[in-house]
């Protein structure tokens, strides 16, 4: 059942991410200022809206775990995180790139650049403290609020660098009252968005399902030592 | 009020423990002179260069030497069973986490009070010009360090590479605070009042230190008991 | 341009390799912890 559903699922992204390259590539002009390189945006953009609500939704599942104490909380939240930080790179990458070819610089000290490094050292610090404990109920309780920790302190530092003067483009999808895209070329990037939705689920899906595979390794240990 | 009489009972043995010994003192301060000279080789800037980032380097310092102090704070208890033996007592966990967190906070501010002076005097850097403004930074960034440090100090004892894992979670946590002290001293240091935009960096680091601090009394139970 | 992209597609294709990597490893050694219960269990 659970393999139908991840099949299904791949199957559906791989649709929209083909047809949405196509458009994207085809379809959707030029930027005036930026030339060929925004296209960029429909990856960059997606990929860290993505990392963000994951980190929240790994605190989110963290939160449930300490009140539940079901372990399955805690090991959606370490898929979650673990995917969101993939994206996360993935949105640091494209974003090094792309101020590369526009500003001329690998990498600048600006707002989002800087608080979106801050959320990946401390998601990856908290993916290396899972790494470092071996007990099961230790390690989802101490990782459980390292979660909270860290995304109350990416949150506060993105309030924080926001008050301050940044050299990255301010907000332009409509939603956010930016209103500096062209319409048709919005659509691509929200179509982008649900594809790299339904990969990330997919990607937490099997890391879960290796999670409980890793679960019933321990449990089976324990029972073989208890003979 | 029975409370606060067992978080001071409390900081009161940690600090006059410590003041025995003077183990963890002499180390930070030590680490922090070393430091200082140490950077001093790294760069060598005119006067007006210093001023610019003087903030920066005091920070990193007080960093680093505030780590070394930390790491020992829950890890000194371990020995002797002593943590298991304070959390089995009638104290409640957020009194234990906040007489830690006095403790290593006084720990930290004798620290940075020696190293400012000799910082000073090293870069020749004037540091009484807006001593008020100064120590206020210095009080809530040594705050928010002792805060997170000491939760993190207790969520790391158990573990193998405790030495390793404590600066790695803590020093990304404390960016925005750090951010904001370090901002606020250079500017403190080159003689800019406390302003309009700045004000906005003394505004950060109380809601950090607010935050946090509520945060770290309502986890600490979760993390030493679970 | 091209760069961008092909370098987004680099990493989550090595997350995916990595992914299958830790499933086979992680396959093996619960077939091979059940044999043993299961032999632990014989005897």
Redesign the interface.
């Known amino acids: 059942m659970r393999d139908k559903i991840l099949f299904t699922l791949a199957t559906v992204c791989a649709v929209i991410l083909t047809w949405n390259i196509h458009t994207i590539f085809a379809e959707v002009p030029d930027e005036l200022n930026q030339g060929a390189i925004f296209r960029i945006i429909y990856f960059h953009v997606p990929a860290n809206i993505l990392a963000l609500s994951g980190f929240g939704i790994g605190m989110i599942c963290s939160i449930i775990y300490l009140f539940t104490k079901n372990m399955r909380y805690d090991s959606i939240a370490e898929g979650v995180t673990e995917v969101s930080l993939v994206f996360a790179t993935i949105g640091l990458i494209t974003g090094s790139i792309w101020g590369r070819i526009i500003w001329g610089v690998w990498w600048a000290w600006d707002v989002r650049l800087t608080s979106f490094l801050v959320c990946w050292l401390i998601f990856a610090g908290y993916l290396m403290l899972r790494r470092a404990i071996e007990e099961p109920i230790q390690r989802a309780r101490l990782s459980a609020v390292v979660s909270v920790f860290g995304t109350v302190d990416a949150y506060i530092v993105w309030k924080s660098i926001e008050w301050y003067r940044n050299q990255h483009p301010g907000p332009v999808l409509s939603i956010r009252n930016g209103g500096g895209m062209a319409p048709g070329m919005e659509a691509p990037l929200y179509w982008n968005l649900l594809a790299l939705f339904l990969l990330s689920v997919i990607l937490v899906m099997v890391r879960m399902r290796q999670e409980s595979f890793a679960r019933e390794i321990d449990s089976l240990r324990r029972e073989a030592h208890s003979f | 009020m029975g409370f606060f009489h067992h978080v001071w009972t409390i900081t009161h043995k940690d600090l006059r423990s410590e003041l025995r010994t003077k183990e963890a003192l002499n180390a930070s301060l030590a680490f922090s002179m070393v430091i200082l000279v140490l950077f001093s080789f790294a760069f060598d800037p005119s006067a007006e260069q210093i001023k610019e980032f003087s903030g920066g380097l005091l920070w990193m310092v007080y960093s680093f030497a505030g780590a070394l102090a930390l790491n020992r704070s829950f890890a000194r208890e371990v020995h002797n069973d002593c943590l298991d033996a304070l959390i089995a007592s009638p104290i409640p966990p957020a009194a234990l986490f906040l007489r830690k967190m006095f403790a290593n906070f006084a720990l930290l501010f004798a620290v940075e009070l020696v190293s400012l002076p000799v910082f000073g005097l090293f870069y020749g850097v004037p540091w009484t010009g807006q001593i008020g403004w100064l120590l206020v930074v210095l009080v809530l960034g040594t705050w928010a360090l002792s805060v997170?440090g000491t939760?993190f100090s207790a969520?790391t004892i158990?573990?193998?590479?405790r030495e390793l894992?404590l600066p790695?979670?803590v020093?990304?946590?404390m960016?925005?605070a750090l951010?904001?002290c370090m901002t606020l001293t250079s500017d403190l240091l080159q003689g800019i009042p406390v302003t309009g935009e700045n004000y906005?960096w003394i505004r950060?680091l109380v809601?950090?230190d607010v935050?946090?601090t509520a945060?770290s009394i309502v986890?600490i139970d979760?993390?030493l008991i679970? | 341009m091209i760069y961008g992209l092909v370098a987004a597609w680099l990493v989550v294709l090595g997350y995916v390799v990595l992914l299958a990597l830790r499933e086979r490893k992680l396959r093996k050694e619960l077939d091979r912890v059940r044999h043993m219960v299961e032999t632990t269990k014989r005897s």
């Open positions: 997170i939760l969520l158990n573990l193998r590479l894992m790695t979670l020093y990304p946590m960016i925005p951010m904001a906005t950060l809601i950090f935050i946090f945060l986890f979760t993390v679970g």
